[in-house]
């Protein structure tokens, strides 16, 4: 029997699995009265708000559609410079690149997923390097050492910092360097993937140009009243707490099972399936997860934390799956 895939489980898109706050549900609610309404001039507000909840100025701060806006921007900005993209890494960052016709160069981690020495060697001050951390898929974190090294080599980095939220380093935007550009999102612990928000903070003088290239009324009316209200509460604490939790859960008794569990910061895992049967076997329990091979990992499976419902009924899976391979 085929799988119903609007019915199954969704562990594949890192997604929030807990449900909005009461508050944020009443901003949606009341914000589809302004939807006649264009939302000149609403922007500034929330702009404002994200710098006063960030700590930093107001004039550092765009806000995007999501990362993909972000690095269009960012492109557009600094065209004359060479994108540089690390390997294995989050597919939108290669595919924006690709769509604006822009100067690249991918390099590989290595094996333990960190930037060697000559690869930091190859980077030049013509450079725009992109890291996401945590990473994605990987889930692990690079330490400030690396970031500081890469910092000095190339001319302009972009840090994604979307899964800071479920780490314990400390976020960019707080301690940000010249030349760098920080991203963070709305969509894992604030839980609003489907208003495909997030934001930069970087150079006021570059964000002042990239503003002026964004498009009229760029973010709708619905999303700058969802976001003012999300951001007047720290309910995306608490998710982050709970996902936190029930990755180190969750992690421990996979791994208990005697599956290869790579260590994560993030709201996902990657787990090892030498057997190339793991994922379908997934499926046909109605569990969707993603095949990390999409990202050049070949032989892992990719895997979101559900809420603990949804990771019981993974963890009964995983068990069956195990005793039927012996």
Not at 8 to 37: G, H, Q, T
Not at 95 to 110: A, E, F, G
Not at 142 to 170: H, N, P, T, W
Not at 210 to 226: D, K
Request: glycine share 4%.
């Amino acid at each position: 029997m085929k799988p119903n895939i609007e019915t199954m489980i969704r562990l594949d898109l890192n997604e929030n699995p807990y449900p909005l706050p009461a508050c944020v549900k009443e901003a949606i609610y009341s914000a589809v009265d302004d939807c006649s309404r264009y939302p000149f001039g609403l922007e500034d507000g929330v702009i404002q708000k994200i710098a006063s909840k960030f700590s930093v100025a107001d004039s550092t701060v765009l806000l995007t559609q999501g990362i993909d806006e972000a690095i269009d921007r960012l492109i557009q900005q600094f065209r004359e410079m060479r994108f540089v993209i690390f390997n294995p890494t989050f597919d939108a960052y290669i595919w924006r690149v690709k769509v604006n016709h822009q100067d690249h160069c991918l390099m590989s981690l290595d094996d333990s997923f960190r930037i060697n020495e000559s690869s930091i060697n190859c980077i030049t001050p013509n450079d725009f390097v992109i890291l996401a951390n945590p990473n994605n898929p990987t889930g692990h974190i690079f330490e400030d050492d690396a970031i500081q090294k890469v910092m000095q080599r190339c001319g302009k980095l972009l840090i994604d910092e979307a899964y800071i939220d479920f780490s314990d380093r400390e976020s960019w935007v707080s301690r940000r360097l010249e030349n760098m550009f920080v991203f963070r999102s709305f969509s894992k612990a604030f839980g609003l993937a489907g208003l495909r928000l997030g934001f930069v903070v970087g150079d006021a003088n570059a964000v002042s140009e990239m503003r002026a290239r964004q498009w009229c009324c760029n973010i709708s009316s619905m999303s700058i009243e969802v976001l003012n209200q999300a951001l007047e509460d720290d309910y995306y604490k608490i998710n982050a707490a709970k996902v936190i939790q029930e990755r180190e859960r969750m992690v421990a008794a996979i791994a208990e099972l005697g599956f290869d569990v790579v260590p994560t910061h993030t709201n996902f895992f990657l787990v090892k399936d030498d057997s190339n049967q793991l994922m379908r076997y997934l499926q046909n329990k109605q569990l969707r997860v993603k095949d990390a091979a999409l990202f050049g990992m070949y032989g892992y499976l990719r895997i979101s934390l559900g809420n603990y419902e949804s990771n019981n009924q993974l963890l009964t899976a995983l068990k069956e799956f195990k005793f039927s391979h012996v």
